[in-house]
């Protein structure tokens, strides 16, 4: 996975990848991979995760980086990050991302983000997350980002699926990273 990453960020000025967790395991070893893969290339990752994972993730990281590369990756606990205010909301969390994303501008540093996507179940989520991960698009093809959002399986239901296909170019599924035959770019902002 870690050459498939490479490729895809070379490639391609932005990136937007959607992620269906179905295997955890596979799930870690393809994130230590696109973490690897960007400190190969000088750039640090924004690493939007559970407290549960995050010490798994460090837990390998440590195992093939160097301490100084370590410190290209940085951390946000997933939970507090997308349900701060109580419910998902994208403007709080696009508010949130900014602020986070502004020292990487500011010292010009060239930055990756994968970002573990976990919201409590409410009335009307799909087309909250519709509407966010179509904003999410519009800014990863403005700014050039490169970012992969990955959901849980058995909270996906399959209306949020299709959804979610519409609104990323590429999908993970297995260990190949694919284009989305259902991608529809979004107007950018």
């Known amino acids: 996975m870690k050459n498939q990453f490479a490729q895809l960020i070379q490639n391609n000025e932005s990136v937007h990848i959607y992620y269906n967790i179905d295997d955890m395991r596979s799930y870690l070893d393809n994130l230590v991979s696109y973490i690897v893969s ?17 010490p798994l993730i460090f837990e390998k990281l440590e195992e093939i980086l160097t301490e100084d590369q370590l410190t290209y990756i940085h951390t946000i606990n997933n ?38 996507v976990e919201c409590e179940h409410q009335e009307g989520i799909v087309p909250i997350l519709e509407e966010f991960e179509n904003e999410a698009d519009k800014l990863v093809n403005k700014g050039g980002l490169h970012l992969v959002c990955a959901y849980d399986e058995e909270r996906v239901p399959e209306v ?30």
Do not use: W
Not at 38 to 54: D, F, K, N, P, Y
């Open 160 to 189: 949020l699926k299709l959804a979610l296909m519409k609104c990323h170019p590429y999908l993970i599924l297995g260990n190949k990273i694919i284009p989305s035959n259902l991608y529809v770019m979004t107007d950018a902002v």
């Open 79 to 116: 939970f507090d990050y997308y349900c701060s205010s109580g419910s998902f909301q994208p403007a709080i969390i696009f508010e949130h991302l900014s602020r986070h994303l502004d020292p990487f501008y500011k010292n010009n540093t060239s930055f990756q983000i994968c970002a573990h």
């Open 38 to 54: 960007g400190i190969e290339q000088e750039r640090h990752t924004l690493v939007i995760e559970s407290e549960r994972l995050i």
